[in-house]
């Protein structure tokens, strides 16, 4: 287990862009010095035309978005990396210490405003992968029609107003990223775990499901793009936000995409979770004469007992470990269809009232270490899911399929699951990830198919073809 903490002193619009997910962390640093101080205003400036996509525009942008609202945040005042089982409770432990010296004024008040860390961590306690909280300079948020500022320094000479907020985001977003066009000479090639590979742990997978051995295993595998010029993040984020309305876009420190899964939102003392299980490709299934696509897509999915069967398993695993940190717990009493532009999902939303714990709810971060991972990318039983995952997909996971989201000072924050998503592992390298539910029956051919499916939207946004 490694852990390093760095802050920086960070000028506005002075950092470089921010380090690729696949590059070492930077080198231990022993504690920021002097005291974090930081002021929210209200920011009455959001374009209202496309929110907080407007503020895409650079590729080091770190953000969280759906439907033109959530979280951009610029720059860097401090970071903390940890691996191995212990990284949530480090990483916990750190945001704690860094707020209890801190001087906020925060003049707005509720979920994202003060002091946000940015948030990403490795599926595995066995990853290699450094799970990091990055804290921006400059954060703009936008929840409806409230939308804020926030300013963080540890320039103890600094002033701290809406002006100097301002100032400091006009640098940031001063230069904007370039853009780039889609090359024949871009390429898609296998990665760690080539098709054949995938079929034959599905089959295995399928085998030791009729031993008896677990009831539902994930299984994942990677493809890689190599780009003939770099990658343009901030035009692929923009992309994925503006097709993927349904979905949370994230960018974290070179983990990118746009997940349709909630692993675990807390807001003032409740907490909800999407849970998605059962997958429908949308562009193989044109033909259903007759009928139209939501009721094809509710007889296919809903109307599948296998489906259900891999649905339920997916619900039961959150719900178990969600239950003892709640006081109530609401769920659909039948899973519903997701609509996405390349896929439906079975999809059931959970509710539940926080138990306060000595008058203190759990924190977000907390629950998603609670609840991850979910049967939804792992299996049940999860130990031996786990196991298994590691003996069969014979890839580190990194961030993919692990919490990726944020949370604010006081534990309110959203973890989605990073799925559909990818790793800038250099400007002209990116890693793509996706995995499928096995239960008895899955057909290797047909989970292979359903992962080019979940590959789509980061191919589509990259500007490239299968
Ligand atoms: C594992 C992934 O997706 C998960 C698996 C699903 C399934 O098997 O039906 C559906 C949604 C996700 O919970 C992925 O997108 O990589």
């Given at each position: 287990?490694?852990?390093?903490l ?26 920021p010095s ?5 002021i929210?205003?209200e ?7 496309q929110g907080l996509l407007e ?16 979280l ?25 210490g ?21 948030g990403?961590?490795?599926f ?25 500022l926030?300013?963080l320094?540890?320039?103890?000479d600094?002033?701290?107003s ?9 640098a940031?977003v ?5 853009e ?18 995938y079929m ?12 008896g ?6 299984v ?6 190599n780009?003939?010029t770099?990658i ?13 309305t ?10 990118i995409g746009?997940?349709?899964?909630m692993?675990?939102k807390?807001?003032?003392?409740v907490?909800?979770?999407?849970v998605l299980?059962g997958t429908?490709?949308r ?38 470990k ?5 006081t ?24 539940a ?9 759990p924190?977000?971060l ?23 995952i590691?003996?069969?997909e ?16 006081v ?5 989605g ?21 096995v239960?008895?029956?899955s057909d ?5 198919a359903e992962t080019?499916?979940?590959f789509r939207?980061?191919i589509e946004a ?5």
């Amino acid at each position: 287990m490694t852990s390093a903490l760095s802050p920086s002193s960070g000028l506005p619009g002075t950092r470089p862009a921010a380090a690729a997910v696949g590059t070492a962390p930077e080198a231990a640093d022993p504690s920021p010095s002097g005291t974090l101080r930081g002021i929210t205003v209200e920011w009455p400036a959001v374009p209202d035309t496309q929110g907080l996509l407007e503020y895409l525009v650079r590729d080091d942008v770190l953000c969280w978005v759906r439907r033109e609202g959530g979280l951009a945040g610029f720059g860097e005042v401090a970071r903390f990396t940890a691996s191995g089982p212990d990284r949530f409770q480090q990483a916990a432990a750190w945001w704690r210490g860094l707020q209890s010296g801190a001087d906020i004024e925060n003049q707005v008040g509720g979920p994202g405003t003060g002091p946000v860390a940015f948030g990403s961590f490795a599926f595995s306690y066995t990853s290699a992968h450094q799970s990091r909280l990055v804290v921006p300079e400059v954060l703009v948020g936008l929840d409806g029609d409230r939308a804020w500022l926030t300013y963080l320094t540890y320039d103890g000479d600094a002033h701290l107003s809406a002006a100097t907020a301002e100032a400091a985001l006009a640098a940031w977003v001063e230069e904007i990223s370039v853009e780039r066009s889609p090359d024949p000479a871009d390429s898609l090639v296998p990665g760690q775990v080539s098709e054949q590979a995938y079929m034959d742990a599905v089959a295995a997978g399928v085998e030791r499901i009729q031993a008896g051995h677990l009831s539902k295993l994930v299984v994942a595998r990677d493809v890689v793009a190599n780009l003939s010029t770099p990658i343009a993040t901030a035009q692929v984020l923009r992309e994925l936000a503006a097709r993927y309305t349904d979905c949370w876009t994230y960018s974290v420190d070179g983990l990118i995409g746009s997940t349709p899964e909630m692993l675990i939102k807390v807001e003032n003392n409740v907490a909800r979770a999407r849970v998605l299980a059962g997958t429908l490709d949308r562009s193989r299934t044109q033909n259903h004469a007759g009928e139209s696509d939501t009721d094809y897509a509710q007889r296919v999915l809903a109307g599948s007992e296998k489906q259900r069967h891999e649905h339920q398993i997916a619900i039961d695993s959150l719900t178990r470990k969600l239950e003892p940190f709640t006081t109530a717990m609401t769920s659909h009493s039948e899973p519903f269809v997701l609509e996405l532009p390349n896929v439906w999902h079975l999809a059931s939303d959970v509710s539940a009232e926080l138990a306060q714990d000595g008058g203190q709810p759990p924190s977000s971060l907390e629950l998603a270490e609670a609840v991850h991972p979910t049967a939804a990318v792992c299996g049940t039983p999860t130990e031996v899911a786990g196991a298994l995952i590691r003996e069969l997909e014979q890839m580190d996971r990194g961030p993919y399929a692990g919490p990726v989201g944020w949370t604010d000072s006081v534990g309110n924050g959203e973890w989605g699951i990073a799925l559909r998503g990818a790793v800038v592992e250099s400007p002209q390298q990116v890693r793509l990830y996706a995995g499928c539910g096995v239960v008895d029956g899955s057909d290797p051919q047909a989970e292979l198919a359903e992962t080019w499916a979940k590959f789509r939207p980061m191919i589509e946004a990259l500007g490239l073809r299968r």
